[in-house]
Nanobody
């Protein structure tokens, strides 16, 4: 069974930065496509960014392009999300997700594994 655990959330002012990490258990992490999603209160889960294991190519949502950056370290079973120039509208619970052969990185229902999430709050 694969477990995903996020960390790094917190409270930051507008324009600040945070770095989220997602650590996965299990040897198969290196073959996982990974994603980050977020969900604000009363809103649908929203795609943030995904990354394929095959070529480490990222795919960003337009709302975060140029501000957020995803990276992965297969040796440490970790995927990181560097978030810069944060805005109040980035406030949400951020969750990482993973699975094999995710054809559509931006579709949450394609991912079988999810972390519990970490709260990110951006004050104005």
């Amino acid at each position: 069974q694969v477990q995903l655990v996020e960390s790094g959330g917190g409270l930051v002012q507008t324009g600040g930065s945070l770095r989220l990490s997602c650590v996965a258990s299990g040897r198969i992490f290196r073959n996982f496509d990974m994603g980050w999603f977020r969900q604000a209160p009363g809103q649908e889960r929203e795609f943030v960014v995904g990354i394929r294991w095959s070529d480490n190519s990222p795919f960003y949502a337009n709302a975060v392009k140029g501000r957020f950056s995803i990276s992965r370290d297969n040796a440490r079973n970790t995927v990181n999300l560097q978030m810069n120039s944060l805005k109040p509208e980035d406030t949400a619970v951020y969750s990482c997700s993973g699975g094999h052969g995710i054809e559509a990185l931006d579709r949450p229902n394609r991912y079988p594994y999810w972390g519990q999430g970490t709260q990110v709050t951006v004050s104005s």
